[in-house]
Every structure is written in structure tokens, then in C-alpha cells.
């Protein structure tokens, strides 16, 4: 297993680098399932560090439970395919409506091509879902929809649906809407924002939709480098200084943080930001 280990975490692999490991079968077979989890949570959060995308593939038959519950855990995004169909069993920092979602997946030409979406899979999610806030058992579930455990099961995994006609008393009788099982109605988020890791320094829109929230955007400055506001705002904003020493114009007055430094500016606005040494300097800007 080190050997494995030395071999994905090479030198070699850094910012933009695709590693695909298909080898979870295998390490779940030779080395059982507890030595597999540690050492995908190991190596994974290792390459994500370095920029690196990293594709891990096994059978849920060969893998087991413990095995796909561990790397579910730590994984960003996971996807199941079964049946020529594409389910999203995770998405971590996206949209709501795409957890449980399913789509066709044609793998017959070079490019795989996922096409329809099946309302199944991400009724599938909202069961499991509602079914756990409820702490209801498959049986217990079934029995307030007046069908067998065994439709609840299909229907979580995404192999078959609820009629509708089973659906509106099911919901009636767990107190929620037909919406929040298939997500459209979810409280928004959590959403996680990453700067861009490239080379050149810039300014990074974190969250930048004034509809559902503060406006946030990390701004990057070169050695004695000015740059303006990333938008023009009226109202309260906040400046938190991640690195550097930054000077903060107000128009009248001019404010300078250092790392860890936080401004609050309620009636002036924010103009500029000028970093007053030679080395890299970077600030948190956020418009609430």
C-alpha cells in the first residue's frame, strides 16, 4: 500500500494534474475495508491540497458499505452509475437540487453524454432525507405511504418512483411539501467559495450574487500594487486582512491592516486598496 501511495502522491502531481485510481476493489479485497478508508482519507484531502482532481472508482458490491460511507464522507462529489443512468450521491458547495439528481449516460461513443433527468433520483434523496430528520425506519415510512418497504427502498436508491397518488398522503402525513422532497423548496445552502489557485494574482469573486447574499471577493495584490473596489457599493462593508500590509482609501481617510486586521466601514465607502510592501498582499472585501 505505500508503494500505491508513493506512486499517486509523486512529485510530479501538482495544480491541474487528473489522477484516476481505480484500484478500490482491489485494496478493499487485499487489505479489507477499515486499511482502504485511511488510506483514501490519506492520500485524497493530500491531492486536493495540491490542486489536483482525482477520480477514485469501485463497485459498491466489492467495496462494501464501510468502504463507500468512508470515502462519501470526505469525497467532494460522488456519483453512482447503474443502469446506462448517472445518480449524484454528493455534492459538496453546490446547489441543493442536485443532490440525488439522475440522468441518462450513454457510454457508447468517445464522450460520454448525459442527457434527461430522471425526478426520481432526487426523490430518492428527499425520502432519505425526510426520513431521517423523522427518524422513521423503511417500515415505518411504508406504512404511512400504504405501500411495502420494499417500494421505499427502490424508491430511495432512484429505481423506481411513488405515484402521485401515494406521494400527496405521504406528505400530508410527514408535514412537508411535495417540494422539499425533490428539493426545489431546501433552505440554500451551504455553498463553499474557492479562490483561483493559478499563478497570476488577481481579484477572486467568492460570492457575488446580491440576491441571496453578502457580496465577498478576495482581492490579491502584487508588491506596492493598487486596485480598485471590485464593485461600487453603498452600505456596510467589511475588509479583513489575510496577508500583508494593506492601506485601505476612504477617500478622507486611509486605514492600514495588517494580517489579521479587520475594518468595519458603515458611512464612508471603500475606494482602493494599495499594498505598501514589496511582498504579496491579500484582503477579504465584503459587501454586506
Known amino acids: 500500500m505505500a508503494d500505491l501511495e508513493s506512486v499517486i502522491l509523486a512529485d510530479d502531481i501538482g495544480e491541474g494534474a487528473r489522477v484516476v485510481v481505480t484500484a ?65 450521491l454528493k455534492a459538496e458547495g453546490r446547489s441543493s437540487w442536485l443532490q440525488g439528481a439522475m440522468v441518462d449516460l450513454d457510454l457508447t461513443g468517445e ?40 417500494a421505499v427502498s427502490q424508491a430511495e436508491t432512484g429505481r423506481r418512483g411513488l405515484s402521485l397518488d401515494t406521494l400527496v398522503p405521504l406528505v400530508e402525513a410527514l408535514g412537508v411539501g411535495l417540494d422539499d422532497l425533490l428539493g426545489t423548496g431546501r433552505r440554500r445552502g451551504p455553498f463553499i467559495a474557492r479562490p483561483d489557485r493559478r499563478p497570476t494574482r488577481s481579484g477572486s469573486a467568492l460570492f457575488d450574487d446580491p440576491v441571496t447574499g453578502p457580496l465577498v471577493h478576495l482581492v490579491e495584490l502584487e508588491g506596492e500594487e493598487s486596485r480598485g473596489v471590485p464593485v461600487p457599493t453603498h452600505g456596510t462593508e467589511l475588509v479583513l486582512c489575510a496577508e500583508g500590509l494593506v492601506m485601505v482609501d476612504l477617500g478622507e481617510t486611509t486605514p492600514v491592516l495588517r494580517a489579521h486586521d479587520a475594518l468595519m466601514v458603515t458611512e464612508e465607502s471603500v475606494l482602493s486598496f494599495t499594498n505598501l510592501a514589496s511582498a504579496p498582499a491579500s484582503v477579504f472585501w465584503v459587501a454586506l
Open 24 to 88: 478500490l476493489d482491489d485494496l478493499m479485497a487485499r487489505f479489507g475495508a477499515e486499511a482502504t478508508v485511511e488510506f483514501y482519507r490519506r492520500t485524497c484531502p493530500n491531492l486536493f491540497d495540491r490542486g489536483a482532481i482525482a477520480y477514485w472508482v469501485g463497485s459498491r458490491e466489492l467495496v462494501g458499505a464501510t468502504v463507500a460511507e468512508g470515502v462519501t464522507r470526505v469525497a467532494q462529489c460522488v456519483f453512482e452509475l447503474r443502469d446506462g443512468r448517472l445518480r449524484v
Open 111 to 150: 464522450v460520454p453524454v448525459a442527457s434527461r433527468e430522471h425526478a426520481v433520483g432526487r426523490l430518492g434523496e428527499g425520502l432519505k432525507r425526510v426520513r431521517a430528520e423523522r427518524n422513521l425506519t423503511q417500515a415505518q415510512m411504508a406504512e404511512l405511504a400504504h405501500v411495502t418497504p420494499a
